[in-house]
C-alpha cells in the first residue's frame, strides 16, 4: 500500500469513516477492519464505478480485505 492510501485508512478509522465513531467501533479491530473495506469499496481510485467494484469484490480489494480480516483474526487469537 502506498503512504496516501494508509493515510486514508487512518483517517477513515480516526473518525471520518462510516460509523467509526460509534462506541462499538472506535478503536477497534473490528473498526479498522470497517476502514479498509470502506477505502476499498468506496476510495480506493479506479478507472470507472463497475472497475472498483470488480476489484473491491473480485480482485486486488477483494484480497486486500481478506489479508486483512485474516491478519486481525490473527492479532484477536
Known amino acids: 500500500m502506498n503512504e496516501q492510501a494508509v493515510a486514508k485508512v487512518r483517517a ?8 467509526a465513531s460509534l462506541k462499538t467501533s472506535k478503536g477497534t479491530a473490528f473498526g479498522l477492519l470497517n476502514s479498509i ?4 469499496d468506496h476510495h480506493r481510485r479506479a478507472q470507472s464505478t463497475e472497475n472498483r467494484l ?3 469484490w473480485f480482485g486486488q480489494g477483494a484480497l486486500l480485505k481478506q489479508k486483512a480480516w485474516k491478519q486481525l483474526i490473527g492479532e484477536a487469537a
Open 12 to 19: 477513515l478509522y480516526d473518525g471520518q469513516g462510516r460509523g
Open 54 to 56: 470488480d476489484a473491491a
Open 37 to 40: 473495506t470502506e477505502f476499498v
